[in-house]
């Protein structure tokens, strides 16, 4: 299998937007058949409220059992061992499983338990803040901020040593990297989940205050080894990759709208509508999960038969003029846009209410202590090839 | 806008995502379980335009309203 040259279709960019063919696909004919790089085609929907019509029908719409690249990549592993590796991963399950698990999770994320969770995020952000002021500018605000902040917090959620994380950051970042062969890839996340399993195996020994702990001794019946397994690694996973990338595309962003930038800076009570804007204008996880149309279906006027893949582009919905008035602008004053960036449907993220959480902290605070922030090149390292987009670097200065 | 605005929750359908609860904490809360809890089913007009923006947005579409 060879490592793949070209960015797949749907998470094309252009800088901070989505790509101008996919815009055209959306503002166009809205859905169109694609060539994935597993070897299948897959139906690509583009359009905010078809989108969301999917994401919402899990009936028509469900998570395939077997994903084509599963089929391609591992051919001799059976059915079998395919579930047992998917124990617990959310992302790839249906009704009852997802729901049974869903459930035993959502209470460790309501707002009110996030709340309890914001004095230790401030210290956490702050602590970091510090760091970059001793060390002096310039600084590669990835390494120095927007990666360890949400990592130390979701290994003190979750109950993972931080000490340990040399071990997991780059295996985390790889596994998510399209350009990595997917044997590798597959190899990655072998090794993830032998790095949780052992994790697990000490929580079952001695389960702590954290959610692991917690799972095991409120749920240790219910819920198997293998599938504390997936679930810690979904988590782990997610909440490095997804907020670490907000915090320093975000800063970009508002670095390269200077008005925007301003704005927040002298009045930090917009946060709340800036994260959500935010999220909604840079959509970093570009695609929700492929699914599989169960049945006959219509998308946008398309006739779509049953057994066929379709891939969810939330960076073109998430910009839908259909959505919203002047969707590629940056507009931190916007308020309650319904956008998917976090998906929607029964899989919307389960840590979006921690997500928001350390957004919310991390950038008024980031302002406050660097009112002068800039970047240092006018170039950025956008990561092309990441199932999440961000930036692999950011020199900034101040 | 003369009718009353009525809030129907369903329990059953909630994921527990919170955005009921970040968008109007006056009509909505969760449970300790993360489900939503609906503290006034037929809120004051001056939550009405939160509670429609909460609707709307339910990633699980648990909450309804009556005229709709």
Redesign the interface.
Known sequence: MSEISTVPIHMRRAGFDPAPELSELRDGEGVRRIPTQFGVDAWLVTRFADVRAVL?DVERFKQPARLPFQSASMPDISDEELVRRQAGNLLALNPPEHTRL??IL??E????RMRRMEPRIQEIVEEHLDVMERNGSPADLVSSFALPVPSLVICELLGVPYEERAVFQDRTSRLLDVSVPLEQRMELQLESRAYMAELVARTQADPGEELLGMLVREHGDAVTAEELIGIGNLLLVAGHETTSNMLSIGTLALLRNPDQFELLKKEPERI?DAVEELMRWLSVVHSGTAKVTTTDVEIAGQHIPAGELVMLALPTANRDPELLDNPDKLDITRH?V?HVA?????H??LG??LA?MEMRIAFPALLRRFPGLRAVSDEAAFRSFHVVYGLSSFEVAW | MSEPLQVRADRNVCIGAGMCVMTCEEVFDQDDDGIVLLLLPTPPAEYATAVRQAVRNCPSGALTLRDE
């Open positions: 919402s869903r459930r959502t209470p994320f309501t707002v009110r709340d309650g319904g976090f998906g929607h449907g029964l919307h993220c979006a209410p928001r």
